[in-house]
């Protein structure tokens, strides 16, 4: 593998940044990985940048509203990370479903992990690593035969106005046993 193609940021810097230090910082690594991209593909569309993701995931390409989504929670625990990562994970989608023939391709396959690798120089993992539980909170307690299952509140609305929920390991039909102490 090459070296990064983007220099990694300065981890004492990124702490000392407030959020819109930290978002326009977002904002500028992806604007350097977009030009990185243009060199190899000078009709690249700008895509346009939103810190309006939930949940689980750290980053999405969505190519219907045509831009690159961020977790803003992920990216305010795990700075260094997510500039290193998530960044060039979805400009490397993003590149791959501008080239001819883009749209067809495995979202991990083999074109996005040759971007990662010989473009970005990083390492072409499908997920991240990241802590979840501020970002996703599931403060609703179902219980199976097996384990105990946290519920966000979209799933607990649906769960009580009557939709049902089984466990996938045991197949028992989950039980709502209130909310966790946090």
Do not use: I
């Amino acid at each position: 593998m090459t070296r990064p193609a983007l220099p990694d940021p300065d981890p004492a810097r990124l702490d000392a940044l407030d959020r819109s230090a930290l978002h326009r910082t977002l904002l500028a690594r992806v604007e350097a990985a977009w030009r990185l991209c243009r060199e190899l593909h000078p009709g690249l569309p700008r895509p346009a940048v939103w810190l309006d993701l939930r949940g689980k995931c750290a980053g999405q390409a969505h190519f219907g509203r045509g831009g690159l989504r961020f977790n803003p929670v992920l990216l305010e625990e795990n700075r260094l990370a997510f500039l290193v990562e998530v960044v060039p994970h979805e400009m490397a989608h993003w590149l791959v479903h501008h080239l001819e023939d883009g749209h067809l391709a495995r979202p991990h396959g083999r074109e996005w992990q040759t971007v990662m690798r010989r473009l970005f120089g990083v390492a072409p993992r499908t997920t991240h690593r990241f802590d979840t539980g501020r970002a996703s909170p599931a403060p609703y307690r179902y219980r199976c035969g097996c384990r105990e299952h946290g519920f966000t509140a979209r799933r607990h609305a649906l769960a009580r106005r009557g939709r049902g929920y089984r466990c996938r390991h045991c197949a028992e039909t989950l039980v709502y046993l209130g909310r966790s102490a946090s």
